[in-house]
């Protein structure tokens, strides 16, 4: 039954804010949070959380009664918040373990409040510019902001039914069962492998991961598909073949080989992305001089929350935070004028494409702070992790705010949803992925928490291996861009293992047979697909936090 119109309570005298919607995306954001930093550390990729946070968002809210789209969607705001924060941390933090800089079990109680200072620091960043970019993105150059259009579409067409509802929580509980029985019980094995292809030094098997089949049908059949070519050619031709002709020396080295090449597409992918940026700046410079002279005055049609005062104040809390987290005042202040400039791109870029490579912002903002001031390698790795965390989480609340323009939502209210939401989230953030890194023993292939984007961010920071593959694989990956080739997937694929790229080439396909079968029924398959990784992710932090608190 459709909902039925509601007046706004008016919570904190903003119009349409609910103590439910804050309550209910709160503990959303908790939750999200967890299952992102799962999802970003075993999948090395991390869907954005828009569409799914919507439906469940509406699903609990219509079970209470009484709510309305705009309750909705606020919610849904709080929710998504803490997800890129998760992604941020994810994507660059790892680093840290990776080049030995943190080890032990008592990395929490040593870094803990380093983490989450800059995890703080970022968010707060990325919610005042966001709702600075806002004005132009949203309101003026109406950007498309792919995610945030579905989003408001999903919730006007679940506004007349439930069955979204019951799609998205009978897989979510498949998946979490089924991560249950084979993380806690081992009932299940991890993935199934081939002798054969291992006496041959290739390493071919299937994970079994509901995750990994609903990443795959999210990203779609072409993506996945270039993504197991990459996985073809680093597992089936340059670690047999490259050792066997003599063109690499040993089956370490054909190893190196694969992870620079892959990396260096993956970068590559981030400068091509900011190629094109830089062309579309000069192609559209009049129009785009014109919006940026009027950003200010329309601040006075935009919904104002204090402007100036929470401009002011949020830089100088976010300055706090990074001198917490062991930058200097210098670096801190360069870290805070890289977040302006990346955010923006990011911003750009996201509503334009759905796409924002986060890490690659961080390591450009890295790379131009260290011509200016030598930083250590725990500075460096925070000041990535600033810059992502800020450009992730402008990335996502720009979807939502989209989502709630479309909708008619006061963007009041959904910048005091994301604040809460985002405070949540850190915490949160910061918590999960020191359990999971401590319950798997570490970060990289070995230990099942492959980090790719993190481990990109490593080699920006200590080296790039081979600089001749590494450049050569920067510039094909920046061209493959832009032909529109998806160079960053086909990165990964040469990467991450290769029984978890089959599963995900496996969850594109379904995708493919499941549309020309039921071409009507597109949107019931990515909400299955979004309980599905939403399921496992949320378990398997889970397990991991249990595991922390017990000592397991």
């Given amino acids: 039954m459709k909902t039925k119109p509601q007046k706004a309570q008016g919570l904190w005298g903003v119009e349409q804010l609910t103590w ?216 089936l031709v340059i670690i047999p073949f490259g050792p066997g002709t003599g063109l690499l020396a040993s089956t370490d080295a054909a190893v190196v080989f694969k992870n620079t090449l892959g990396l260096g597409l993956m970068v590559g992918t981030g400068v091509g992305i900011i190629i094109r940026f830089i062309l579309n700046l000069v192609q559209k410079k009049h129009g785009a001089q014109k919006a940026a002279s009027t950003v200010t005055d329309g601040e006075k049609t935009g919904g104002r929350i204090s402007g100036r005062t929470l401009r002011i104040g949020g830089v100088l809390l976010a300055f706090a935070f990074s001198l917490g987290a062991g930058l200097s005042p210098l670096v801190a202040l360069l870290l805070l004028a890289g977040v302006f400039v990346a955010t923006t791109m990011a911003a750009t870029i996201t509503g334009e494409t759905g796409i924002n490579p986060m890490e690659i912002f961080g390591i450009i903002v890295l790379l131009a702070i260290r011509l200016l001031v030598p930083v250590s390698t725990t500075v460096a790795f925070m000041i990535a992790a600033g810059v992502a965390i800020a450009c992730g989480y402008a990335g996502d609340i720009l979807n939502d705010y989209k989502s709630g323009h479309i909708l008619k939502t006061n963007p009041k209210a959904q910048f005091i949803a994301e604040v809460v939401g985002g405070l949540i989230g850190t915490v949160v953030a910061t918590l999960a992925m020191m359990a999971l890194i401590m319950r798997f023993g570490g970060v990289g292939n070995e230990y099942g928490l492959p980090a790719v984007q993190a481990f990109a961010v490593t080699q920006m920071v200590h080296g790039i291996g081979d600089p001749l593959v590494f450049g050569s694989a920067v510039g094909i990956g920046a061209l493959l861009y832009l032909l529109k080739v998806p160079a960053m997937t086909l990165g990964i694929g040469m990467y991450i293992p290769f029984a978890m790229s089959f599963t995900v080439f496996l969850g594109g396909m379904l995708r493919l047979v499941y549309q020309r079968l039921k071409p009507g029924a597109t949107d019931d398959g990515a909400v299955a697909a979004s309980g599905l990784f939403g399921g496992e992710g949320i378990t398997g932090v889970t397990i991991a936090i249990v595991s922390m608190l017990i000592g397991a």
């Fill in 20 to 235: 439910r919607s804050l309550v209910l995306g709160a503990i959303g954001s908790a939750v999200i949070t967890a299952s992102s930093m799962y999802t970003a550390l075993r999948m090395g990729a991390l869907p954005w959380p828009t569409i799914f946070v919507a439906v469940l968002s509406m699903t609990v809210l219509k079970l209470l009664g009484q709510t309305n789209l705009k309750e909705i969607s606020i919610a849904q705001t709080a929710m998504s918040a803490g997800a890129m924060v998760a992604g941020g941390m994810a994507f660059t933090l790892p680093g840290l373990w990776i080049t030995g800089v943190w080890s032990g079990p008592n990395v929490l109680a040593e870094h803990g409040w380093e983490v989450l200072w800059i995890g703080l620091a970022g968010m707060i960043l990325g919610a005042i510019l966001t709702w600075w970019l806002r004005l132009r993105y949203i309101e003026r150059a109406a950007l498309p902001f792919p995610i945030g259009m579905a989003a408001a579409q999903t919730l006007i067409a679940g506004d007349q039914g439930g069955k979204k509802s019951v799609i998205l929580f009978s897989a979510m509980g498949f998946s979490a069962v089924f991560t249950y029985l084979r993380d806690s019980l081992g009932w299940i094995p991890a993935a199934l492998s081939s002798r054969w292809f291992a006496t041959r030094q290739m390493a071919v098997g299937v994970m079994l991961s509901p995750m990994a089949l609903g990443i795959g049908y999210l990203i779609g059949p072409l993506a996945t598909g270039v993504w197991f070519c990459g996985a073809l050619l680093a597992y």
